[in-house]
């Protein structure tokens, strides 16, 4: 059984990483795949996200990440993945989750969508969270993996003090 969990991951979080490592102890292989959004200014750029991804699941053997543009059933159909995995942190997901199960099943009626519900010490996490603590110098240690962290501070530091010409 193989899953692709995919998502924008701008940037990666502990509630992201949490649901990659009990997806992946459910299925053989476990895709997860980055949004390249071409209508969306990412913060981090593709290559960074992927990076972020990879180095925090190092330790997991069946997972692998890629990236994609485009449909998610077409990107799950190249991966002849069956099962796309998504995480449910709120009943404010829940509306949003099941339209996009509900088009991408319309799309395609192969796919599943599986989900799994947030580590409860996780529910209050996303992306967005995670950038505004982090642009006001706050600690995102306990929300993020390290590498993201590292960049976080990176980034809103230079972002905040550019270098001087
Ligand atoms: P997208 O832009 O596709 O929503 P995200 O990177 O924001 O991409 O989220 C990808 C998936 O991970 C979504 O299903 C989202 O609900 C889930 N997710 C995000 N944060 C958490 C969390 N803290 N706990 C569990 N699932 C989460």
Redesign the pocket.
Known sequence: MKAL??????P?????L??IERGASLVDELVVAV?Q?PGKSPTFPLEQRLHQIRVSTAHLSNVTVTSFDGLTVECARRHRARLI?????AMS?FE??LQ?AHTNRSLDPDFETI?????AH???????VVKEVARFGGSVDHMVPPVVAEDLGRFFNSAFHPPSR
Do not use: V
């Open positions: 969990y995919p998502g924008s991951f701008d990666l979080t502990l509630g992201h949490d649901l949004l959004n995995l998504r995480g449910l942190r997901d949003y989750e996009i989900f799994l519900s947030t580590a996780y529910s209050f996490l996303s992306s967005s």
